[in-house]
Each structure stands twice: as structure tokens, then as C-alpha cells.
């Protein structure tokens, strides 16, 4: 199984377009060692012909045009991308499906709540029925998705973790922003032919005892690195939000993912989704060397990973 990841960088990508707080000004300017990313989404594979596209972000076209894996192979329409999957709604894992609408085949998998978010937003009709077919996974349960050539080869299970109703629908849910299990997902992705396992949470608010149990020995997770510290937003004068407002746990301190990740003898960790703002992106960074010293890293576009 092949994983290959597309963007790693949180909503807005790195730089993000209006951000200038000093990480990203620096990330133009070149004064920094770092690379730029797009926002988060990987693919997977079992056989290198046939991909699964999990999340779809709005920098889709750029991804695609930088993986000639995913060129098309065929003429004159082609495309290797069998299906699609997604782990939440919110607009930087489903903007991407509307540069996928040129009478193109595939399958788009979602949790019934997330389709029913979709299926309200009449944009995404763009995505003609006769050739995208919409599938629903239930939670907790394994299953293999198909593409519009059949079974990929690998199963699935997605497992709801606490996160946060899309940003555009917080308006809608007041009362309950944490939303509901079905609007944030992450996966267990698991080869058929004995050839490895991954977990892929790019959005997660806290860790939980039911998510640790999960978590533990695998050989490798992609976690939630969108934030540093819980207020970095608030510091640096940008938003009064905080990550826990947000639905993203931060990776240090006592409440971090680090910690929270010290006794579960994964093997190999990466963030993913991480934010502009973040200093673990710049490769220089004190930061930086803290999470290599505890056994992270930080995903890069383009990154390829062999299980
Ligand atoms: C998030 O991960 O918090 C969202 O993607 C935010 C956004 O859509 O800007
Ligand atoms: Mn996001």
C-alpha cells in the first residue's frame, strides 16, 4: 500500500494568501528554512494504478499537476483517481470536488451526515450523477471501498473523534459546536494483503481514552498539528479564537498531543493540517527540534510512504 501525501498544511495552506505574521512573511521572503504546503489531503493505493483521494482540498488541481501518479493515463479522459473520500465537511476537505466535475467517473464516499451536508449545498450538483456515485460508511465498521473499478484493495474504518461542525454551518448550531459524530471522522486505513496500516486524523479537539486505545501501536498516524498552543491565534493578534474553539487540539504542553501521545508506542508520527501560524513549520525552530526530539515530524507535500 502506497500513501502520498497531496497538501499538509492546515484551511489556507502555508503561507496562507493574507497572512504576514512573521511565519509566513517569512516563508515568502525566503529567511526561514521551509517549504511552502497546500492544504491538508493524501492518497492511498494498494496497487499504484487505482488511488483513493481522501478529503479533496481547494488546491486540488495544483496537487494533481504534482503527482504524476494521479496523471491521467488514458486518452482523451482519464483519470486514476477511483473514489473519494472525506472526514468531514468542512470547506478545505470538499472544496476540491468541484474541480473534479468534467464527466469524470469516480466514487465519493462520506458518512450520511456529511453527503446530507453536500447534498444541501447545490453547488455540488455540479458533480453530475451519471458519473459520480454518492456511498455512505457507517462508523466503527470496516469496509472496502470501491472505485469505478471496484474494491481498492484496502478496507476502512472510520471512527468518529471530537471535532467541530464545519465554519460555514456554525451559524446553524449554536448550541452544539462540537457537532456531531458523523461531521468529524479519522480513519484506519488497512492493506488487504497484510501490507500494512495507517491512521489518518487530520482534525481532532482532544484525545480520548476510547481514541488512544485506537491509537496505540500502530505504525503510523498522520494527527491534527494544526496549532502549536491553544491561544497562538490570540498572541499573534490574529483571531480570538482559540484551538479548543476551533476543534484542534494544540501539540505541546500538559493538555498536547505530544503528551498525549508518549505511551502509545506508535511508530512513526506526522502532523498533518498544520497552520500557518505554527512554528514546528520552520525547520530551524526550537519547536521544531522539540518534536523530532519526541519522535514527530512534520508532513511535506509530496511526501510518499510505503506500507
Ligand atoms: C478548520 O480546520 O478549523 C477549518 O478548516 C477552518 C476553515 O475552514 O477555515
Ligand atoms: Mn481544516
Known amino acids: 500500500m502506497e500513501v502520498i501525501v497531496l497538501g499538509s498544511a492546515a484551511g489556507g495552506g502555508f503561507p496562507q494568501w493574507n497572512c504576514n505574521a512573521p511565519l509566513s512573511k517569512a516563508a515568502r521572503d525566503g529567511s526561514i528554512k521551509t517549504k511552502w504546503r497546500t492544504q491538508a489531503s493524501i492518497a492511498v493505493s494498494a496497487d499504484g494504478e487505482h488511488w483513493l483521494l481522501v478529503n479533496a482540498s481547494p488546491d486540488l488541481r495544483q496537487q494533481l499537476l504534482q503527482t504524476k501518479s494521479l496523471w491521467p493515463r488514458e486518452s482523451p479522459r482519464h483519470s486514476p483517481i477511483d473514489a473519494v473520500l472525506l472526514t468531514s465537511g468542512e470547506i478545505d476537505h470538499v472544496a476540491g470536488l468541484l474541480s473534479l466535475r468534467e464527466s469524470q467517473a469516480f466514487t465519493l464516499w462520506a458518512t450520511p451526515r456529511i453527503l446530507e451536508i453536500l447534498g444541501e449545498n447545490a453547488i455540488f450538483g455540479a458533480l453530475n450523477p451519471d458519473y459520480v456515485t454518492r456511498k455512505s460508511f457507517p462508523l466503527d ?103 479548543a474553539r476551533m476543534g484542534h487540539m494544540n501539540i505541546s504542553g500538559a493538555d498536547g498531543t505530544i503528551a498525549a501521545f508518549a505511551d502509545l508506542d506508535v511508530k512513526r508520527k506526522l502532523f498533518i493540517h498544520v497552520n500557518t501560524t505554527n512554528p514546528v513549520l520552520d525547520e530551524g525552530s526550537p519547536q521544531r527540534a522539540e518534536i523530532r526530539a519526541k519522535g514527530w515530524d512534520v508532513a511535506e507535500d509530496g511526501m510518499r510512504i510505503v506500507l
Not at 456554525?170 to 458523523?182: C, D, H, V
Request: one cysteine or more; a neutral charge.
Open 141 to 243: 465498521r470496516s469496509f472496502e471501498p470501491e472505485g469505478k473499478h471496484g474494491p481498492l484493495g484496502f478496507t476502512v474504518t472510520a471512527f468518529p473523534v471530537p471535532g467541530k461542525v464545519p465554519l460555514f454551518l456554525e451559524s446553524r448550531n449554536q448550541g452544539n459546536l462540537g457537532g456531531m459524530p458523523e461531521e468529524t471522522v479519522g480513519l484506519e486505513v488497512t492493506a488487504q494483503n497484510g501490507g500494512g496500516r495507517f491512521h489518518f486524523i487530520p482534525g481532532c479537539a482532544r484525545m480520548t481514552p476510547e481514541l488512544k486505545q485506537r491509537l496505540k501501536g500502530s505504525a503510523l498516524v498522520f494527527f491534527d498539528g494544526t496549532l502549536w498552543q491553544n491561544d497562538e491565534l490570540v498572541d499573534l493578534g490574529i483571531s480570538p479564537k482559540t484551538g
